[in-house]
């Protein structure tokens, strides 16, 4: 599998703090099923920002502290970028990094508890510029909770989701398990990630989690939300596969059953 998702690069944001560190979490992603982890920082508006040489150069140390300590892991750079409304005139300025520094995806944070009113406008302006954003885990957006309507509508236009594995353990409590439940059941995830800021406490957490997923996509999805999605990503192309969002019928059938009752089976 690949990883779109992690914050293992040390001492850069608030996930790992050592190499030392870094190297366990490594290991465990790996034992796992993790063969390429994309490392992405948090990136934020600030005059200080974490800049993308110093992400490419911290990339680099932990590639080779890696293969030194032989672990079969290929690390990429990336970053995991908070919404702000010049987010397009920054990857344009080229203080931005995409996912694996490709030029064509950019992993894309809300804040937890709403949607920015100008979020629709930077999704677009990416989009101008021909990038695809990637929203991370929005399952764990209360906004998106309350509505996720927003997330049929988003996908229509070309915006694609990341959910985080651990949320389907019940990591970040039970609005944002049962999101990403239904989120998963309306083909409403194009990739999976880890999100890992450190050791996770059980070492089954991610095969569980991924089984999960299994039940209720099935296997074929789970490759392409966890392998063939994440490969497009690293090779700048387009996803495969048809995508078909159902907006105006899960609307329709909005006012006869209640939206929540759309997803269950
Ligand atoms: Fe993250």
């Given amino acids: 599998m690949i990883d779109i998702h992690n914050h293992i ?20 992603l790996y034992k796992a099923g993790f063969k390429t982890l994309i490392a992405t920082p948090h990136v934020l508006e600030e005059r200080d920002f974490l800049s993308p040489r110093e992400i490419l150069e911290t990339t680099e140390q932990v590639r080779k502290c890696v293969a030194e300590a032989g672990i079969p892991v290929e690390i990429l750079p990336g970053s995991e970028n908070y919404i702000f409304p010049d987010l397009a005139k920054w990857v344009r300025d080229e203080k931005l990094l995409t996912l694996g520094n490709t030029g ?3 992993l894309v944070e809300l804040p937890m508890l709403e949607i920015p009113q100008y979020t629709e406008q930077v999704f677009f302006d990416l989009q ?4 695809t954003p990637v ?6 957006n209360k906004g998106l909770i309350d509505k996720p309507e927003h997330l049929l509508n988003w996908a229509k236009k070309g915006i694609l ?12 409590g039970p609005g944002s398990q049962e999101l990403a439940e239904i989120m998963l059941r309306s083909h409403l995830v194009h990739f999976i990630g880890s999100d890992a800021h450190r050791i996770s ?8 989690a991924l089984q999960r997923v299994e039940e209720i996509v099935g296997e074929e999805r789970v490759k392409e939300v966890a392998m063939e999605n994440p490969q497009a990503v690293l ?10 969002y ?17 997803f269950r089976r």
């Fill in 201 to 208: 406490q059980g070492d089954t957490t991610y095969l569980e």
């Fill in 161 to 172: 989701f990341q959910l985080n594995f651990r949320s389907l353990r019940g990591r970040y």
């Fill in 104 to 106: 064509k995806y950019l």
């Fill in 128 to 131: 101008v510029q021909g990038l």
């Fill in 9 to 28: 690069l040390p001492g850069l944001d608030d996930g790992s703090k050592s190499m030392e560190e870094t190297l366990a979490i490594v290991r465990q």
């Fill in 246 to 262: 159902t907006f105006n019928e899960l609307h329709r059938r909005k006012k006869r059953n209640g939206f929540w009752s759309l």
């Fill in 135 to 140: 929203l991370a885990h929005p399952e764990r």
């Fill in 235 to 244: 090779a700048g192309e387009a996803l495969m596969g048809e995508r078909e």
